[in-house]
């Protein structure tokens, strides 16, 4: 396994070892002691599995207090997927990090607490995994527009399909100060 450091403090990109021949692969998803030595050291305490059709947009989310750090990971089909750095104390505050996960391509991207998380499936479908930090709090959920200019994210889609949550979310600016207080 090879971590790669992203713009965003504490947010890293894993390439997954897959082992092959000719009757398939074999990865490991979650090692906690190999995890640990690689410099991922978190605890998980919930596992989530989505699943999306192509052009569903589903963020930006992310939970505060009780904010949830998470390991994503495609089980089939490609999406873009999108992190916003929220914690106001860090250099890179109100700065996204993009990336596309594939199955096809297994790849992993730790999301740190105080950040919101979003994601476009960009294939036919799109079975995502998340393993989460901290359990889910309905009270303690968030979520920002998806296209808020402010960010700016460079999202491959003008149009998505999305809840109408989603939709209706407000802008980062219309935000309590409450929900962005990290730590």
Not at 48 to 63: D, E, P
């Amino acid at each position: 396994m090879d971590i790669e450091d992203t713009p965003l403090p504490g947010a890293a990109v894993l390439n997954i070892d897959v082992f092959g021949d000719d009757r398939g692969w074999f990865m490991e998803m979650w090692n906690a002691d190999r995890y640990h030595m690689s410099g991922l050291d978190v605890e998980f305490v919930q596992d989530n599995l989505s699943q999306s059709k192509s052009g569903v947009l589903r963020g930006l989310h992310f939970q505060n207090p009780q904010p949830q750090g998470k390991l994503v990971t495609v089980l089939q089909g490609e999406v873009y997927d999108a992190i916003v750095d929220l914690r106001s104390d860090s250099p890179t505050y109100k700065e996204w990090f993009g990336i596309t996960l594939s199955a096809e391509e297994p790849t992993q991207l730790y999301v740190p607490e105080g950040c919101a998380h979003g994601f476009l499936v960009t294939g036919d479908t799109a079975l995502f995994h998340y393993k989460c930090t901290d359990l889910y709090a309905p009270d303690a959920e968030w979520s920002i527009r998806w296209n808020d200019p402010e960010i700016g994210i460079k999202w491959p889609v003008s149009d998505p399909i999305l809840s109408e949550a989603d939709a209706a979310a407000p802008y980062l600016h219309n935000l309590p100060e409450e929900a962005l207080r990290f730590g």
